[in-house]
Every structure is written in C-alpha cells, then in structure tokens.
C-alpha cells in the first residue's frame, strides 16, 4: 500500500470513529471568517494578540465539526465561529444562564450576547445557545461534541471552586477521540499554584494535571500566544494589563507596551 493511501486509510478511521482529524494545510474559509468586515472592530483590533488562526487550526477545528464554546462573553470567537461553521457543522454557544446563576452581571452578559445573535440573523440564526455556568452543565448533547473550546475560563472556575465539575462536563459532551482546547494566562512555574487563582493566572502544568485527572489524554502544546514581557507580578494580577486596564490610568503606557498576558494553549483528547 502506498504511503498515500495509508493516510487515507487512517483518514476515514479516524473519521468514522467520531475522531475530530487535523486540517491538513492552509483553511481558507477560516482566514476569510477572520477577515469578515462584519466582525467588532475593536474586537478584530486584539487579532495582533489573540491569533485566532493559529489558535483555532491548533485546536483542530474544521468546518463540518461540532464545536462548543464555553462562556463566550461579549463574542470575540462566535463572530468567527459561528459563520465559519455555518454551513457545514455545528456551533453550541455555552453561554451564562439567563437567570444569570444569581449573578446580575451574568444575565447582563446573556441579554447582551442574546441581542448580538437576534440583531445579525443571517451569520448567527443556527447559533445553538445553552446554559452553562456552576451546577448548569449540559452544554451539548452527551458524546455528541467534535470539538469543546475555552477561552481564559480556567481561572474563573478554580475560583469558584469547581473546575473539576466543569472538566467532568467537558468530556460527556465530546465524543470518543474529540479534543478539548484550553487557552489561559500562563502563572509562574517558582511559585506554588494558588487554588483559587486570584491573580487571573494558572500555572501551565497544573491545567494539564486537572485535565488528566478528569480523564483527558494530554496531546500538545502551543507558543504561538506566549508574551515574556508578561512578569505576572502586578497589583491586580492579570487585570493590570490590556484590555482590562484595572489600574486606569496610572502606568498605563507601561501595562500597555508589556501587552495581553503570555499565555498557554493545551489540547487534549478525550480516549
């Protein structure tokens, strides 16, 4: 058999086991979806730092998968996920309840996000939007997931003290052999893990035993979103720096020229 044809051959196994298979080569429709002119300016404007192309080629995304995005916020990723998967695959948006989980700034989240969809219904109207937040976990049908995404959520969820919990609802949403993708603001490997990650920081190391001990295969690691200017030592953690700005003013041009936090991807794989 030639080498060729054992690729195919693997292709189609993976595929028909349920298995989300790497894009091979350049995705033209992702580029495009990035390029959209309908898409945020200021949120096109963090491209430099976030990298969606990298992140979600990295993240094994291809358009006939069935993607959830947990906590999708203001909507960054939905106005590239949502119209790049449109026509061919499925886009779960795990948004905050509508109750808000007693949190007034969660519904106000959820009205927000739920008005961007309702106002643009040509790219979102088969956006399929479910609840999530802590004891809210059906984010998807069970082994029903290509593809599950988060997006600096990591330390969010350690401080509320269920991080666990949610990682236990990752991987009934996924299929066998279905990836899960991590991005966080990376926390300092010369000091020990705060459980509650107060600072907005998660060590890279201790992400990857979390995810390991729900039961996730550790496949890889990414660098493109990495900052070493970032020291992760500033008086609102990671907060101080752009976009937040929690300082104001003060040494702002400073926080600014340092950038977004160095960060880490992680990809696992559910067996």
Known sequence: MSFKSLVAV???SLAAAGCAVAPAGEDAALKQAIASPARTPAFAARDAARKPYEVLHFFELRPDATV???SPGAGYWTEILAPYLKPRGTYYAAQYPQDGGGRAYY??????????????PALYDRVRVTAFGKGRYDIAPPGSA?????????????????????L?????????????????H????????????????????????????????FVGSSE???????TKDHPAGVWT?????????????RYAAIGEADGFLLKFRKP
């Open 10 to 12: 693997v292709g189609m």
């Open 68 to 70: 959830v995005e947990i």
């Open 107 to 120: 519904q106000e989240y959820y009205r927000n996000f739920r008005a961007k969809l309702d106002a643009n």
């Open 146 to 166: 290509d593809i599950v995404l988060t997006f600096r959520n990591l330390h969010n969820w350690m401080n509320d003290g269920y991080a666990e919990e949610v």
């Open 168 to 184: 236990a609802a990752f991987y009934r949403a996924l299929k066998p052999g279905g990836i899960l993708g991590i991005e966080a």
């Open 186 to 217: 990376r926390g300092r490997t010369d000091r020990p893990q705060d459980p509650r990650a107060a600072d907005g920081y998660v060590r890279q190391d201790y992400a990857i035993r979390l995810a390991q001990q729900a039961g996730f295969v």
């Open 224 to 230: 493109a979103l990495a900052n070493p200017r970032d």
């Open 241 to 253: 720096l752009p976009p937040t700005f929690r300082l104001g003013d003060k040494d702002r041009e």
